[in-house]
């Protein structure tokens, strides 16, 4: 059974959630962003994932599979996204 690493990232009040989640994915995968394989538009929708979360106190959970990892977005108690990302790498 593969090990899984866990890590965590609250992105910037401005930084777009699609970035957001390819930073987090490359952080937790101790990789540059730029230097990454993975783009996040093979698998994702990034103006539709941009567009959540955008409404504060909003009270939503969004999971997806990307890069071997399953990523987690999650809004704190004010309604901003937290990112949790298991690596299965």
Same mark, same amino acid.
């Given at each position: 059974?593969?090990?899984t690493?866990?890590?965590?990232?609250e992105?910037?009040?401005v930084?777009?959630?699609?970035?957001?989640?390819v930073t987090a994915v490359?952080?937790?995968h101790?990789?540059d962003v &730029?230097?990454q +394989?993975?783009?996040?538009?093979?698998?994702i929708?990034?103006d539709?994932? #941009? %567009?959540l979360?955008?409404e504060?106190?909003?009270?939503?959970? &969004?999971?997806f +599979?990307?890069?071997?990892?399953t990523?987690?977005v999650?809004?704190?108690? #004010? %309604?901003q996204?937290i990112?949790?990302i298991?690596s299965?790498?």
């Open positions: 059974m593969d090990a690493n866990e890590f965590y990232y992105p910037d009040e930084e777009e959630l699609s970035t957001a989640v490359a952080k937790a101790d990789e &730029l230097d +394989e993975w783009l996040i538009s093979e698998d929708n990034t539709a994932l #941009d %567009g979360f955008q504060s106190q909003l009270k939503m959970t &969004l999971q +599979e990307a890069d071997t990892t990523a987690t999650i809004a704190d108690k #004010d %309604g996204p990112i949790r298991e299965h790498r």
